[in-house]
């Protein structure tokens, strides 16, 4: 009997989660980007602090999934005009 062997996962589609600062400008606030990036993209998000005020929306997301997915969803984010950066835990414990 042959055994199957398993193809190595390539980085696009080896599991990441990456923690980000998105942050809004007053314009976009009221749009439901967390929800759309969860629907387009095969991640999971987990919001970890949010601030948001009539001026500015500063969001700390999680998103959770393959490489490629997470890179596409960081991209269409920019694209839409979120800022987007990456949270230094050293910085952030927890």
């Given at each position: 009997m042959a055994t199957k062997k398993k193809s190595p996962a390539t980085k696009s589609t080896s599991p990441t989660q990456q923690?980000?600062?998105?942050?809004?400008?007053?314009?976009?606030?009221?749009?439901?980007?967390?929800?759309?990036v969860a629907?387009?993209?095969?991640?999971?998000?987990?919001?970890?602090?949010?601030?948001?005020?009539?001026?500015?929306?500063?969001?700390?997301?999680?998103?959770?999934?393959?490489?490629?997915e997470v890179a596409k969803a960081i991209t269409w984010l920019e694209k839409q005009g979120v800022n987007v950066e990456p949270v230094d835990l050293g910085v952030i414990a927890g």
């Open positions: 923690r980000l600062w998105l942050m809004y400008p007053p314009k976009l606030i009221k749009k439901p980007f967390i929800w759309e629907k387009k993209f095969k991640v999971v998000t987990n919001i970890r602090q949010a601030t948001i005020t009539d001026e500015i929306g500063i969001v700390c997301l999680e998103l959770d999934g393959t490489h490629g």
